[in-house]
């Protein structure tokens, strides 16, 4: 699953807080009770963490659907 | 979910029914895939299904004499199937197939007589490993011997007889039978057949009432070893070769220590529940082969083709969910079903059960009236009380209900300057949030023509609830409105959405209520109504498909107003849903389009649909439509407003506030506190909106980011384009918003996206409240 949602960061963006260029960090993400470890773009100093749309409404929304059905 | 439940139902779903030839072929003989089977030219499977059915088929197929045909469901239109021409074919071209006789056991039985049926219990026995011995006088096969050697040449005898030995079936000649021979098998023997369609046997000692079997199990009144063939009144062949067939059976299960009579009642002939309609069928003659005894396989094929392939389609063609994968109702109940009580891994029905609109349409087109909306009701209860309701599939209109019931949106008044009323006006969430203005005038007209006071009861009656399986929910919702209504003085209630109707009579019977239409009619016409030119096709919500009093009422009244009217090919008990039943178009989007799409194909002009929501579907859909109320009450031109775009879930929440403020301020004359905004300058372009709806994200969530952002600051900032980018979890949903900050402080929304999954270290999002027991747990009132 850690690879289902690993993708290089959306170009340009920083962290509005630290002002980091964001970097790949490794997250933990839930829903529907369960949990598991990815990689995505975040901020290095706060752990700030950007999903964009692509993957919410892609691979997320998919994995999604199928912890609600199991 | 009780198992009674899908029993009940599968019992209405008689599409499994056996097709006529096949329930009046004492043998069970499928006509119906032979007939499919040999069209297709595939001869050696028809010839594997015939066997199942029909023992020694090579010899038995070539004498059956059809009893079917006269039951046949073409004998309607021109003759019934000649499936004995089929066997003949069968039997004659497919290969056929070797029997493979079950394990040894130590039974033997004494077949006495080697006609048809004594042959046919032999083979039947063998087959079940049991160690029959024929006794035969001379020559085995009694009557076959008499029939044309053309039909039945001497070879297909000698191969059956052959076969029987080759499943180690005895033969023993004897010269005499009588009754000391019968008690001494009787005693020695686990089992006698007495097979009295052999000519040569003499069974004239024994009282012609003993030689009168039991029509299923061929059970004698002899000994319960003893088992009879034919009687003096069964002559035809194939009565000979089911009498050995089903004695071979009862002896099987007397050998195993099972009741021979329990559990026949699929072997006995009669009428079938299939129910087939045979509209727009034309005769077809009957295939004469030119040589009747051998029929090639071209001319079995014509006459295959004429079957009919009896199936009960009645109420699958109008219904997507129905027609749409390769099953019926009955199928998908019990898939349904098993989706339920599954107890591990992917539930792959859910999405299918969320399909079903419940709009009853199969009901009405069912003969037996089996209703598959009602099954996937209590599906969908069944499946929120286990929690395996897909947490998503209902949210946003059950936080819509919530909503609309909440301080921002619901009231209740009575009419202003009265004490009492005779009627509340519930003109429902959906109208009030859609056409706020045209309820009101509605209202009006309502306060100033009936006698007794009218009321004004804004809410949402708790569909959305009923529909996604919330039955705690639903008793709250209901519980709640029964003790508002009985402090208004118990009025009748009016109510415009046939949807609130059917919940009103179904969870709230002690309130009486009046469809709209029918008071509407008795009424003089609106000052203001008026008629498009061109004709309007009429729509009945699928709610109402049985509220025959407000179809007609509702139609009546446009021909006061002189509204012309169309009927569409689906219409009144039989009317089409546009897709929002059962919510389908909220938890199964694609599938609420195909609802409202095979509405728009029967018709091409502009619809009048008495449903507000059915209204701003269709039009999305781009087709004009217009609610009765925007021609008797209209804001602006009805031609106009006919194609305008509809209001989406924010401006109908919009709507909602803004019908509570304005009824309030000028229909009840209180003041209304303004709500406090930040004030925030923000410009959202029609097509983001448009995204936003699509994902059910409201003007509300974008501001409540939005102003979060305010306060905080930015989640992300972009350092090529100066775009800004703001988080917020205010519940199971994070939302995002992309947007400009303009120099005039005012913001330009670029896009806006939302998912449910959580990452809790990541800091704004916060852990929210967990979800209630009913599965969703944002409520309304916020902003
Ligand atoms: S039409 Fe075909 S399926 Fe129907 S009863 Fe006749 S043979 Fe059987
Ligand atoms: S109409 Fe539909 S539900 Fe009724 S028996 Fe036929 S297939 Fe079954
Ligand atoms: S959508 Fe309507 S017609 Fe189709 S199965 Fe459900 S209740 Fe029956």
Known sequence: ?70 | MEQSVLEQFENLCTQEALPACQSHCPLQVDGRALASLTAEGKIDEARKNLERNMPLAAISGRVCEGPCREHCLRTALDSGVNIPLLELCIVQEGRPVKPFPLPGTNKTIAVVGSGLSGLVAAYGLAMKGHKPVILTMGRPGGKLWDLSRRLMPAEVIEDGLQTLKNIKVEFLDVKTFDRADLDELTRERGGVFLAPDDPLFDFSWLPPESLVADRVTRSSNLNEKIFLGPDRHEKTFLEAVSAGKKAALSLDRLFQGVNPATAREKEMTGPTRLRVDLGGREPIKEMEPKEPTAPDKDEAKAEAARCLRCACLACLPPCPLLRGRKGYPKKYAREFYNNIITAFGIRHSNRHINSCTECGLCAQLCPNGANLGQFVAKAKIEMVKTSHMPVSAHEFALEDQVFSNSDEAAFIRLQPGSTTSAALFFPGCQLSGASPEGVLDLYRHLMAHLPGGVGLWAGCCGAPGRWSGRRRLTDKTVATMAEVWKKSGSPTVILACPSCARFFEAELPDIPILGLWPVLEKLALPERAVPLAEPLVVHDPCAARLDMESQTSLRRLMEKLGQALLEPPMSGRKTLCCGYGGLVSEAVPEMGRQFVQERLSGCQEPILAWCSVCRDRFRAEGRGALHPIDLLFPQAPPQAVMTEEPPGISAKREGRRFFKIKALTDIFGEAVEETKTMGLNVDVPGSVLRDMESRRILMTDVMAVLENAAKNGPSFINQETGRRLANLRPRQVTYWVEYDERQDGSILVHRAWCHRMETPGAPGERKESPASEEGFARTGGRV
């Open chain 1, 1 to 70: 699953m850690a690879h289902a949602f690993s993708k290089a960061g959306p170009e340009g963006w920083s962290c509005g807080k630290c002002g980091r260029k964001l970097e790949p960090v490794s997250v933990n993400v839930e829903y529907m009770g369960s949990s598991f470890f990815v990689e995505l773009p975040g901020c290095p100093d706060c752990g700030s963490i950007l999903i964009d749309s692509e993957l919410a409404e892609g691979k997320m929304l998919e994995v999604e659907k199928l912890l609600e059905d199991k």
